[in-house]
Structures are given as structure tokens and as C-alpha cells.
């Protein structure tokens, strides 16, 4: 797995120590055999086409022209657009992205990166070079507008949901969390930049946690599942 062995970048927030995932995590056996299923209810609605124009060819042109595969290097500018997108029904905790300031293939050209199990959102900036995706679902764009019906439950080891859209604000409770292998994740973007992280911790026995409405996203990954309880 070579184009995965760079380390994907964590954020320290205060004294914790971050969770986070190296390209190869899922030999460590947190990932593997994870089930992403029931997180992507109210998500999906990000990338439902808002018109009201012919739901035939127009919707398909704009589905094509919006999304790319989980698989290969995009350059950004004339690949793909600088946006948020989206890839969810990652199971197995091998899908890997990576921005990168240019095309050198440089440890150093990383500006953020992870590893995958569940969904993740990512924000490709303009002052980006390359788009790298390996082993990942599908990319969708992420409608800014979009509605969903924000959830108060989701799973453990979904990923990043979408605060306001995916998952409603407030505090949630995770039990059973075993040899700190919950790690969960506020943020205030999708970049995947440390600077992004608001708050994070690794938890072993019961994790709480609120969640609040200016906050962006909310990632979780090798938890119990989480309910709101306030």
C-alpha cells in the first residue's frame, strides 16, 4: 500500500491525545468489519438537486458533473472544483484522501489528511493542487442549501455528520467505550485542517459530549453509539 503510507495528520486540542488514525489504521484492528449502516438517513439529502427543472437529463448531467470516484488523483481547478464533498458506505476503514499543496508526491506537500470508516466530508480549497482518493465510495458535492431532518442518535463509528443537517445540537452520551478506542471530534470545517478541531478526546468507559450549533461537524469514530440526551 504504498501511495497510504503517508501518516495522516492529527490535531491536538489543549492536552489531549488524538486518536487519529494512521493510513494503514485498520491493521490495528479499531476499523475493521465496522458497519456504517443507519448513519446516512437525513445526510443524503446533501446532494438532492434543489431545481425544479427536468428530473431527467438535466439532474443526471449535474449528478455526473458534481461527483468523482473514490479511486485517483484529482487536480483542483480543472478535475474537480474547490467545494465540500462527500463520501459515505466506507466499511472497512481502507479509504484514504489527502490534500496536498502540489503534485510532487512529498510527505511534506500533505495539508491534511485521514482514514476513513463510515462518512467523511471534505473541503477542497482553492489554493489546492491535488485531490488524492484511494479505496474511498463515491465523492458527492455537498449542497451548502441542503435541509436534512437532523437525528439525535448516530452511530459510534459513523464518521462525520453534518451539525444542523445530519445531527441535531446538543449534549450526547456514548457507553461501553473500551481501551480509549473512542475518539471523537468537533470542528468548525470539514478541511481536515488542525486548526479546524474545536475539541476532541479518546475515551474509554462513557463519553459525553455537547455539541453545539455554531459547531460544523461532529466526527466519531470506534464508539458506542451516541444518543441525545439534552
Keep these: 500500500m504504498g501511495m497510504k503510507g503517508k501518516i495522516a495528520l492529527g490535531a491536538v486540542v489543549g492536552v489531549v ?16 468489519g465496522s458497519d456504517s449502516s443507519g448513519k446516512d438517513s437525513s445526510a443524503s439529502a446533501a446532494h438532492r438537486p434543489g431545481g425544479k427543472k427536468d428530473p431527467g437529463s438535466a439532474e443526471a448531467a449535474e449528478k455526473k458533473k458534481a461527483a468523482f470516484g473514490g479511486n485517483g488523483d484529482y487536480q483542483v481547478g480543472s478535475d ?35 482514514n476513513v470508516t463510515g462518512t ?24 451548502p442549501k441542503a435541509k436534512g431532518t437532523p437525528a439525535a442518535s448516530m452511530d459510534g463509528d459513523g464518521g462525520m455528520f453534518k451539525v444542523g443537517t445530519d445531527i441535531a445540537p446538543g449534549t450526547y452520551k456514548s457507553s461501553g467505550n473500551k481501551d ?3 475518539y471523537w471530534e468537533r470542528t468548525k ?8 478541531v474545536l475539541a476532541n478526546d479518546n ?9 453545539r450549533s455554531t459547531d460544523a461537524y461532529f466526527k466519531t469514530t470506534g464508539c458506542g453509539g451516541w444518543k441525545k440526551t439534552a
Design 189 to 196: 470545517g470539514a478541511s481536515g485542517d488542525t486548526d479546524s
Design 80 to 114: 474537480i472544483k474547490p467545494g465540500t464533498y462527500r463520501s459515505s458506505g466506507n466499511t472497512d476503514g481502507m479509504c484514504y484522501w489527502e490534500r496536498a499543496k502540489d503534485t510532487s508526491g512529498d510527505t511534506d506537500s500533505v495539508l491534511a489528511n485521514d
Design 120 to 143: 467523511s466530508y471534505v473541503t477542497v480549497k482553492a489554493g489546492d493542487k491535488l485531490f488524492k482518493s484511494t479505496d474511498c465510495k463515491d465523492w458527492q458535492a455537498v449542497d
Design 203 to 211: 475515551v474509554a468507559g462513557t463519553a459525553v459530549v455537547t455539541i
Design 17 to 32: 491525545v488524538i486518536g487519529v488514525v494512521s493510513a494503514n489504521a485498520d491493521s490495528e484492528g479499531k476499523h475493521a
Design 180 to 182: 480509549d478506542s473512542c
